[in-house]
């Protein structure tokens, strides 16, 4: 039975390739998992290669395609780690954690407490001991904890 599979994939024209590497290719887009594009990218290699060299062995053909992949993985990961930031999104669904570091209008103020408004809604906000702020001053959000900001004056 295997060396069936193996004759078989001799006789396979390299578009066979072609077509699992965009097989793959679209199936990462859809399931978004950033793991079958490396071996689609191999695949794609592999077409190359047997248009290059037709007629190789299916046991080749195979281990050769399973070096690819693995190679076209680390290769890949370690060049989005390389120019990539590298750090996943952690603030995605953390409105506030995505405000810091932005400028705001002091919309209220009273001994410490107060309002800002950022984007046209209104954040209730802290500032630091001894700082005041006049109403209409900018001010800078340094941080955030669940509905509420911190912030400094500019």
């Known amino acids: 039975m295997e ?3 193996f004759s078989w994939i001799e ?3 390299p578009w066979w390739w072609i077509a699992l590497g965009v ?3 679209a199936l990462e887009m859809v399931i978004a998992s950033f793991v079958l594009i490396w071996p689609g990218i191999a695949a794609i290699v592999m077409a190359i290669i047997l248009w290059v060299a037709p007629g190789m062995q299916g046991e080749l053909q195979i281990a050769l395609y399973a070096a690819l992949s693995i190679a076209s993985m680390f290769a890949g990961r370690s060049y989005l780690r390389k120019f990539g930031d590298g750090e996943p999104e952690t603030d995605l669904n953390s409105r506030t954690q995505q405000m810091v570091g932005h400028k705001a209008k002091v919309v209220d103020f009273d001994l410490g407490d107060g309002h800002i408004e950022l984007n046209g809604l209104r954040w209730a ?3 630091p001991d001894g700082q005041t702020a006049e109403v209409g001053q900018v001010v800078k959000i340094i941080a955030a ?3 509420s900001v911190q912030v400094e004056n500019i």
């Open 3 to 5: 060396a069936g599979l």
């Open 145 to 147: 904890q669940g509905m």
């Open 125 to 127: 906000a802290k500032w």
């Open 11 to 13: 006789t396979l024209s």
């Open 23 to 25: 097989g793959l290719g």
